[in-house]
């Protein structure tokens, strides 16, 4: 037997990672146990041990791709001296870094009605990621005198509600247009939380 068999977490890793390139390839119902099992080396009963069902896997998928996401923003955002430019690098950022392999998979699952309540609240769960990022520039604004927010939680929605909607023309444009339509929205909510001279 292969020695990677006796270690659990190389185990893991390599079942997640063929079934990321699966779903990726085939879609959540084209991909089967059987496929992910084929093409890890390992068995059926090795996912179910670490996975316990489709769902649960693409659900560890999901929040690895997000922990990425957080991650790959921390690692920029500092380049961005004020809380204005963070904004404006922030739109930036989700516009490159919405579209990824398994977006289409979370789609078919979330439009699926035989998709479990429990698997639906962990991908709506997913978002607790930018929109903490977004806080966080809002929280920043506020601390410095560059922003007036009265409500922190309000406005933090209200943003991800933009990026939400904006994010979905990322399907359908690209280049130029695309981020102007990015940078305005960021123009616009600035304008409405701006601290006014003399406020």
Not at 76 to 81: C, D, E, I, Q, T
Not at 92 to 114: C, D, H, I, R, S
Request: include cysteine; charge should be negative; aromatic fraction near 12%.
């Amino acid at each position: 037997m292969n020695k990677r068999h006796y270690n659990s977490e190389e185990t893991r890793q390599v079942i997640a990672e063929k079934a990321a390139q699966l779903f990726a390839q085939k879609g959540f119902a084209g991909t089967s146990i059987a496929d992910i099992s084929r093409e890890s080396g390992f068995s059926k009963g090795h996912i179910y041990y670490h996975f316990e069902n489709k769902e649960k896997l693409f659900v560890h998928l999901s929040l690895e791709t997000m922990r990425n996401w957080g991650e790959k923003w921390k690692a920029v955002a500092g380049s961005y001296p004020t809380p204005v430019e963070k904004l404006y690098g922030m739109a930036y950022f989700v516009m490159n870094n919405y579209k990824t392999p398994l977006l289409p998979v979370g789609q078919e699952l979330a439009m699926n009605p035989n998709t479990s309540p429990e698997t639906l609240q962990a991908l709506q769960g997913l978002a607790a990621t930018p929109m903490a990022a977004y806080a966080e520039i809002f929280r920043e604004g506020v601390e410095s005198g560059d922003f007036a927010i009265e409500n922190l939680e309000e406005t933090t929605l209200l943003f991800g509600s933009w990026m939400g909607t904006l994010c979905q023309f990322t399907l359908t444009m690209e280049g130029e247009p695309l981020q102007r339509l990015f940078q305005q929205a960021v123009t616009i909510f600035v304008g409405g939380i701006r601290k006014r001279e003399g406020a």
